[in-house]
Each structure stands twice: as C-alpha cells, then as structure tokens.
C-alpha cells in the first residue's frame, strides 16, 4: 500500500508466486493516484490449479503487507486489512512529500507516530520498518562503485 512502485511490487511478487508454481490473482486499486491518491495491490495465492478467490482483500484478511507509504497505509482501508497478532508487515518508516506540503511547508509528517498506529493494527511482534529510501540510495552508491569505468572517448 502507499504509491511509488506499489504496483512494480505486486507484479514481481504475483510473478515470483508464479514462478513458484502459485496460482496468484493481482488487483491494482490506483485510485486518483496522480492527483496524490493512494495506490493498493490486493495479491492472493494458492496452490497451483486452486483458485485464489476473490482478489480484494476485506477487512482483516491480509496475510503479510508491504506498506511503501506510511502517510498511505494509516488510511482507514489500509489498516483495516491488517489482522493484529496475524498479518506480517514490513513497512517504510521514509515519509516522502505529500500534497500537503505545498499549503504548508511546515507540516509534520511523523513516521515514528504513524509506524506506531501500524505497529498498534498488526502487532509489535508482526511489524518491521525499514527505511527504504535510505537502503536504495546505499544500493544505488554500491553498484555505482562496482560499475567498470566508462571507455575513453576515441579522438
């Protein structure tokens, strides 16, 4: 749940079940998603030649979530999906810039509050952060270090 790559996610993750010999059903809610609305991606599996179901999870069904926005994944719907003591979540504690902002540069933006209203919906024990901006950006300087230099341009 949450924007930026949320559907990119959901492919990979719907593939890799696929790959595995899942079956897997992907529904993308983008809502108005280029006007600041939030993006979700239901994912149901099951095994292979079983039908996964009716794709949108309800309230409490999620088995594990992927929650890319935290601004996005305190909505109401984003938390109802979760299941205390039952969903595994791993969620972004980076808070990128909302609509917001543009009214009010000085908005806060917490993500140490909003995790917590994600860690009180799944459970402390169900719930890892990670700040995936700041692990993308390390990803991205390690490669870049790896990378063999560029060929000299020939006169």
Excluded at 15 to 28: F, K, N, P, Q, T
Excluded at 88 to 104: E, I, K, L, W
Excluded at 115 to 132: Q, S, V
Aim: glycine share 10%; aromatic share 2%.
């Amino acid at each position: 749940m949450g924007g930026t790559g949320v559907i990119t996610i959901g492919a990979i993750v719907s593939m890799a079940a696929h790959l595995e010999g899942l079956s897997a059903a992907v529904r993308d809610l983008t809502g108005l998603a280029q006007k600041g609305g939030t993006v979700v991606s239901h994912i149901r599996l099951a095994p292979a030649g079983a039908s996964a179901g009716p794709v949108r999870l309800d309230w409490q069904q999620a088995d594990a979530a992927i929650l890319c926005d935290p601004v996005a994944s305190v909505a109401p719907d984003s938390l109802g999906a979760l299941r205390r003591g039952h969903t595994q979540v791993t969620g972004n504690t980076y808070v990128a810039p909302v609509s917001d902002f543009t009214r009010n540069p000085d908005a806060a933006m917490r993500p140490e509050a909003l995790l917590a209203k994600i860690r009180h919906a799944a459970g402390e024990a169900n719930t890892a952060a990670i700040d995936a901006h700041e692990a993308a950006l390390a990803l991205a300087a390690a490669c870049r270090c790896r990378r063999p230099p560029a060929p000299a341009p020939s006169n």
